[in-house]
């Protein structure tokens, strides 16, 4: 078993994460994994990604707040608000961005493979 406790788990920056703090739970620098990681980010008022496209599968859960997923595949967008336990699953190659549009801050988790399948 491998534990990372919140107060422990590094941070990293991440690419076209505008007001976003982003930890590593698990994998990668966080801790030994083989096939995913977990991230934890926390959008400010306002914070969001860019509508960027990933060859991986992501999934997302948002623990508090309430944030808009845009997805777009094949040049059709759709957007959805999630809120608190709300999930989505992101397929690879679809483009995707999180926009937290309410005053307070928003809390996601990220699940995603260590690398692109082969």
């Known amino acids: 078993m491998h534990v990372t406790r919140i107060e422990q788990a590094p941070a990293y920056e991440a690419p076209n994460h505008i007001d976003m703090r982003c930890l ?4 990668k620098e966080a801790g030994p994994s083989q096939q995913m990681w977990m991230g934890m980010s926390q959008l400010l008022p306002g914070g969001h990604t860019g509508l960027d496209a990933s060859p991986m599968e992501k999934l997302y859960l948002v623990l508090e707040g309430h944030l808009h997923v845009i997805a777009e595949q094949d040049g059709v967008q759709h957007e959805q608000e999630l809120g608190p336990w709300d999930s989505c699953r992101i397929a690879p190659g679809e483009k995707r961005q999180l926009i937290n549009r ?3 801050p928003a809390v996601v988790v ?3 493979p260590t690398s692109a399948p082969t």
């Open 24 to 27: 590593r739970l698990q994998g």
């Open 102 to 104: 309410s005053p307070r």
């Open 110 to 112: 990220l699940v995603m």
